[in-house]
């Protein structure tokens, strides 16, 4: 278990980036500590701004982010 049955968190801070809140919130809620979380802008661990969410494929070819990809798919 991810929570020793001897702990007793008081608060859990959480990227508000949505991969962070799609992969958390199961265990949030399987263990009933949804009330103990809270939201901080200043913790995300990477956004890539207008690129977030978006694939490659939806890009124009020429747009930096598909030259980008394309360039780490050949090394």
């Known amino acids: 278990m991810l929570i020793n049955k001897n ?4 608060l859990f801070l959480l ?3 949505k991969r ?10 399987k263990y009933n500590l949804q ?3 809270k939201t901080v802008d200043e913790i995300h661990e ?3 701004g ?17 030259l980008f990809y394309k360039n ?4």
């Open 72 to 75: 780490q798919i050949r090394l």
């Open 20 to 29: 962070a809140k799609e992969t958390s919130y199961p265990f949030f809620a």
């Open 46 to 48: 990477m956004s890539f």
């Open 50 to 66: 207008q690129w977030d969410n978006r694939r490659v494929c939806d890009f124009a070819d020429e747009n930096e982010c598909h």
């Open 15 to 17: 990227s508000p980036l």
């Open 7 to 10: 702990s007793n968190p008081e």
């Open 35 to 37: 009330s103990l979380v």
